[in-house]
């Protein structure tokens, strides 16, 4: 048996071995010769045998995802690399999911920091609206207004065309500034999923404290399942920012926030497609009355699909397989 400071000092040689010959082959292994090529396969080997053990002893520490990623790299060398058509469909199949995926404490905290300021503040403001009601903008005060649920908000094909575009760039903003904010350890993109949370409870319990909570729901749960996963993810790429910073682990600062931000900007690029379906969502479904029944199923089941991908895809790849298959080394 062995910790993990042992594990780390002893097989760090050969992952920076790896990263070099990564790094010399590119895209033509042949650069490295006869005996660079089977150094290269040797050092892949070892690694993919690293991963496997690193998951099975140290699952969570930042160290696996580290040689997850010298494990696809130094596989698109021993394989030669994929072409990018296909290294895209890989990323957008699998390697986003597992970004969300593998860091599931994380994704937790973005979680609660959104939903906790959401309860709370929609209780308080459905218990006591008239000061609830002095935080919200000027915009959103319609809320207590009374409306007939069903009704279209009476837009254009135009105008829907217009504030489709308006809510989805609006919407890759807060992602944005989510992700962003890790750099500031953190701390900025806390300050947005609890500006956001406090924002949308509030504004659901005026809306509910005044009989409107059924057309509350029916104006954002169609969009409002998904932007609100989406916008939670993106929290957690900046909080791994933040904690990457803070706590760097076995790394030194440097290599954890390279690591990380990687990773972070692979979460949010990933994330964007499906902001941009939810603005889609909001700027055409929503405008047109379609009734409470239609958005909640159309809303849950768009947040089902986005969760269950992230539960089906975002699986680790089959390391273990690989460990099998080349013959590499266990300790």
């Known amino acids: 048996m ?22 010399r082959a590119g895209s033509r292994p042949s650069r490295l010769g006869a005996d660079g090529v089977r150094r290269l396969g040797e050092c892949y080997r070892a690694a993919t045998a690293d991963l496997a053990i690193a998951r099975r002893r140290f699952p969570g520490d930042p160290v696996v995802a580290r040689l997850e990623r010298l494990v696809q790299r130094g596989r698109q060398g021993v394989y030669n690399a994929p072409s990018s058509r296909r290294s895209l469909w890989e990323f957008f199949a699998n390697g986003y999911w597992r970004r969300v ?42 809320v207590t207004q009374p409306r007939a649920p069903g009704n279209t908000l009476g837009l254009t094909v135009d105008q829907e065309s217009s504030v489709a575009s308006q809510i989805f760039t609006n919407n890759i903003g807060v992602t944005f500034f ?107 479904l929503t405008p047109s009355g379609t009734g409470l029944p239609t958005v909640l199923a159309v809303g849950f089941s768009l947040g089902a699909i986005y969760w269950g991908l992230v539960l089906w895809r975002g699986g680790p790849p089959p390391a273990e397989a690989e460990v099998a298959i080349t013959g590499a080394p266990a300790i």
Request: glycine share 14%; charged share 15%.
């Open 101 to 142: 995926r593998e860091r599931k404490a994380i994704l937790a905290i973005a979680f609660l920091a959104l939903a906790v300021p959401t309860l709370l503040g929609g209780f308080w403001a459905y218990r006591d609206p008239g000061p609830a009601s002095g935080l919200v903008p000027t915009k959103y005060q319609t």
């Open 178 to 284: 989510a992700f962003a904010g890790g750099l500031v350890l953190g701390l900025g993109t806390l300050y947005v999923l609890l500006q956001n949370g406090v924002m949308l409870g509030v504004v659901g319990g005026l809306a509910i404290g005044s009989g409107n909570g059924h057309s509350f729901f029916e104006l954002v749960t169609a969009h409002g399942v998904l932007e609100l996963s989406c916008i939670i993810v993106s929290g957690a790429a900046g909080l791994r920012l933040g904690w990457a910073i803070i706590d760097p682990g076995n790394r030194t600062r440097g290599e954890a926030l390279r690591e990380e931000a990687r990773a972070a900007i692979e979460i949010v690029l990933g994330t964007a497609p499906w902001l941009v379906v939810a603005g889609l969502v909001e700027g055409f």
């Open 2 to 23: 062995f910790n993990l400071d042992e594990f780390v000092s002893e097989r760090a040689p050969t992952w920076t071995e790896l990263e070099a010959l990564v790094d």
